[in-house]
């Protein structure tokens, strides 16, 4: 059987399996430097947005974190569980305003020397030009968004 559509892909130049792999490769070096302080990376860059933006909310997280519905409602569950993250309802009792927490607070206190050193780290290996073009291709798929 002929199959001259299939015979013409190259797996190897996929570029979604290519930034897949490469979010593995930089995930596991911060996974394994956040994870003695309970975290995950989606849920420390949950508490990094909600420290910096308090009363921010659940909608306005996933928007800035690229990070859909379900996985925002697990880690949002788990670091209100933790006693990390609480929130007050807002005028409209559907939404929730996000802070964090006194304890919340203390951790990304500890957290953050180590998520700063792990980032320099990265900086170092990577390179400013190397970044440069991540920022410029994150923000060239984000304009087209191609559905």
């Not at 995930?27 to 995950?40: E, H, N, S, T, V």
């Not at 006693?83 to 953050?112: C, H, Y």
Request: net charge positive; proline share 3%; charged share 25%.
């Amino acid at each position: 059987m002929k199959t001259p559509n299939f015979d013409r892909i190259d797996p190897t130049l996929c570029i979604n399996a290519k930034i897949r792999k490469l979010h593995k490769l930089t995930d596991k070096i911060y996974q394994a430097r956040i994870r003695p302080f309970g975290l995950k990376g989606s849920m420390l860059s949950i508490l990094f947005i909600v420290g910096k933006n308090e009363g921010i909310n659940q909608k306005n997280i996933a928007d800035l974190l690229v990070l859909d519905q379900s996985t925002i409602s697990r880690d949002l569950k788990r670091l209100i569980d933790k006693g990390w993250i609480q929130f007050a309802v807002a005028d409209d009792p559907r939404m929730k305003l996000l802070s964090l927490t006194a304890d919340g607070r203390a951790l990304l206190e500890n957290v953050a020397p180590v998520w700063e050193a792990t980032h320099k780290e990265m900086e170092a290996l990577l390179g400013a030009f190397s970044i440069q073009q991540l920022n410029n291709i994150t923000a060239a798929v984000k304009e087209a968004d191609l559905k």
